[in-house]
C-alpha cells in the first residue's frame, strides 16, 4: 500500500509523509546542559605549542572524517583541558567540520576520551526526543540535504567556511520517534551493505594496482623469455638480469634540457600528474601561478620529467612521467632529453620501475631531500637490445590497457554504490522509503 504525501513546501524535503512535520535545526537544539552550539576556541587559546604526545583529546577535523574515536594524535594536558571546561565534548554530542572539508559530522559515542573542541570544529547538542543524532548523521554526512542548505542561505556554491548561525535556521523533517528509530535502522543495516560491497572493490582494484607495478617490473627488469640466461645486475634492488643485458649510467641515453620559454613561444601549458604528463589550461586563475611563464622549460614529444623535490615528506606521488607532445612545464622539475634514437618509452617505464620502488628516495640531498641531476643521471639503468626494448614496451601497454579497464570499471561500480546511498539515504529521511515496513 502507498503511503499518503504531502508538500513540504521545502525545496529540499519535497514530498513527505501527511503525518511528518518540519521544523528547523535550532528547535531541537538541547540547552539543558549549557550552550547547545559551541565554536571551538580561538587559535590563540589552543596553540599547537600546547599540544603533547599523550594526554586529554583535542578534537580535529581528521576525528570528525574518520569517526575515529580510538587513536588521536593532537592532544593537550588535563591542565590545560580544564582551562577550556566551555569546550568540553561530551558523549552523544554532535561534532561539526567547519574548514576544508565542510559540513560533515560525527557523533561523539559513550566511551569516548575526555577531550575538546578544535579551533576548526563546532559542538552542537539536540534533544533526542525530537531528532536522533544518528539519523542527522545520515541525513548531513551521506546526502547532498545539509550543503546545498548552507550553499543556497550563501549564495554560493563555494563555501570556505561554516559558522554557528550557517547551523541553526537548517530545516530538518519533524518525524514520530519511533518511525526515527526504524529509518536508522534500516539505514544501518542497508549501508552497512553497500560500504562492504565498495571495500571489496576497493580493495581488488588495490590489488590490480599491484599486479599493474609487477607487470611493469618485471618486464623492465627481467625482460620476456622466461628461459634466458641470467646474470647478476650489480644494483642490488634489480638483483638478476637476462646474460645479454647491457648495465650503463642513465647518461649514455640522456642529457639535461633546460630551453627557457622565452618570448612566450609556446603556451602548451603541462603538468605532471600520478605518473602522467597532462595538459592544463595557461589561463586558469587556480592554484599557484608563476609571475610569468618565460621561466617554464620548453619540453618536446619523448623527454622524461622528474619531480625530484620533497623527497623526505612526500613518499606516495609518482615522481617521473613521459612527455608525449611539445609544451612547458615548471623549471622546478627535472627534464630528460634523449640521446639519439633511443626507446625512450622504455626508459620512461624502467624509470617509472625506480619510482614505485622507491629508489629515489635514498638519493636526495640538502635541507629538502632534493635530486641533483648531476647524481641522478649516473644512476645505472639496464640496455636490453632496441628489439626487446620495443617488445617489452608493446606487452606492457598491453597489459596495462587490460588492467585499467578492469580498474575504470570497478571504479565505475564504487561510483554507482556511492550515488544509490545517497539516494537511499535521501529517500528513507524524507519520507519516500517507507522504513516502517523494511526495518525488519
Known amino acids: 500500500m502507498s503511503r499518503e504525501m504531502k508538500d513540504s513546501k521545502s525545496q529540499w524535503l519535497g514530498n513527505i509523509p501527511t503525518n511528518w512535520g518540519k521544523t528547523r535545526l535550532k528547535y531541537a537544539y538541547d540547552n539543558s546542559n549549557g550552550s547547545a552550539v559551541r565554536v571551538g576556541p580561538f587559535g590563540s587559546a589552543l596553540p599547537s605549542s600546547d599540544y603533547v604526545e599523550e594526554g586529554e583529546w583535542v578534537y580535529n577535523q581528521r576525528t570528525v572524517l574518520d569517526k575515529n574515536f580510538k587513536t588521536n594524535t593532537t592532544c593537550i594536558t588535563k591542565a590545560k583541558a580544564d582551562s577550556l571546561g566551555g569546550f568540553r565534548v561530551y558523549p552523544k554530542d554532535i561534532l561539526i567540520t567547519t574548514r576544508g572539508t565542510l559540513g560533515h559530522i560525527a557523533v561523539v559515542p559513550d566511551n569516548a576520551p575526555s577531550g575538546v573542541l578544535h579551533p576548526c570544529i563546532i559542538r552542537f547538542r539536540v534533544k533526542s526526543t525530537i531528532i536522533l543524532p544518528n539519523l542527522l548523521d545520515y541525513m548531513f554526512n551521506q546526502s547532498d540535504y545539509f550543503i546545498k542548505q548552507i550553499e543556497f542561505a550563501n549564495n554560493s556554491t563555494t563555501i570556505d567556511a561554516l559558522y554557528s548561525y550557517n547551523l541553526k ?191 629515489f628516495y635514498s638519493m ?48 565505475e561500480a564504487i561510483s554507482k554504490w556511492e550515488e544509490y546511498k545517497k539516494s537511499l539515504i535521501y529517500y528513507a529521511v524524507t519520507g519516500k522509503i517507507d522504513c516502517r515496513n523494511e526495518a525488519v
Not at 246 to 274: P, V
Request: some cysteine.
Open 364 to 411: 636526495g640531498g640538502g635541507l629538502r631531500q632534493s635530486l641533483e641531476y648531476w647524481e641522478f643521471i649516473r644512476t645505472p639503468v639496464l640496455e636490453p637490445s632496441k628489439k626487446e626494448q620495443e617488445e617489452i614496451v608493446i606487452y606492457i601497454k598491453d597489459k596495462c590497457s587490460a588492467i585499467d579497464a578492469l580498474i575504470t570499471k570497478k571504479q
Open 169 to 359: 535556521d537548517l530545516i530538518i523533517p519533524r518525524i514520530p520517534l519511533s518511525e526515527q528509530h526504524q529509518i536508522v535502522h534500516f539505514l544501518d543495516r542497508e549501508c552497512s551493505a553497500i560500504d562492504t560491497a565498495i571495500e571489496k572493490t576497493k580493495e581488488s582494484i588495490e590489488k590490480l594496482e599491484e599486479y599493474k607495478k609487477s607487470v611493469i617490473t618485471k618486464a623492465v627488469t627481467k625482460g620476456l623469455d622466461p628461459d634466458a640466461k641470467m646474470k647478476d645486475s650489480g644494483v642490488e634492488w634489480i638483483g638478476k638480469v637476462p646474460e645479454g643485458w647491457e648495465i650503463k649510467q642513465l647518461r649514455m641515453f640522456y642529457s639535461r634540457r633546460a630551453n627557457k620559454n622565452k618570448g612566450l613561444l609556446e603556451k602548451n601549458l603541462l603538468s605532471l600528474s600520478y605518473g602522467n604528463i597532462i595538459r592544463k589550461n595557461i589561463d586558469t586563475k587556480e592554484g599557484l601561478l608563476p609571475e610569468s611563464f618565460e621561466g617554464y622549460n620548453i619540453v618536446e614529444k619523448g623527454d622524461i620529467v622528474i619531480r625530484g623535490t620533497d623527497l623526505q615528506n612526500d613518499h606516495k606521488s609518482l615522481r617521473t612521467g613521459l612527455v608525449t607532445e611539445r609544451g612547458i612545464i615548471t623549471s622546478a622539475y627535472m627534464t630528460l632529453m634523449p640521446k639519439n634514437d633511443i626507446n625512450s618509452e622504455y626508459y620512461h617505464y624502467l624509470l617509472h620501475c625506480y619510482d614505485i620502488e622507491k629508489v
